[in-house]
């Protein structure tokens, strides 16, 4: 398995804010998890493939996956 840099590598998300990453052939796919009840900065991340939105941060409990 090859390792690639990512959004995490390169910018410390909040507490409570989960990260895990799939690649496949052609894509990489990143998701974000909010397990607080507060809103969370992530910073500009990409566009939420679940809401079509630009996604900068995470209301309570939300999940955001991007598409790479």
Same mark, same amino acid.
Request: hydrophobic share 35%; aromatic share 10%.
């Given at each position: 398995? $090859? #390792?690639?840099?990512? #959004?995490?590598?390169? @910018? ?5 804010? $989960?990260?895990?990453? @799939?690649?496949?052939? /052609? ?5 974000? #998890? ?6 969370? /900065? ?15 941060? #995470? ?10």
């Amino acid at each position: 398995l $090859g #390792l690639t840099k990512t #959004l995490a590598d390169i @910018r410390e998300l909040p507490d409570e804010v $989960g990260y895990y990453v @799939r690649s496949g052939e /052609n894509n990489t796919y990143e998701f974000f #998890l909010n397990y607080s009840a507060d809103s969370k /900065n992530i910073g500009d991340i990409g566009t939420d493939m679940l809401t079509g939105e630009t996604i900068s941060a #995470l209301k309570p409990y939300q999940v955001a996956v991007v598409k790479h």
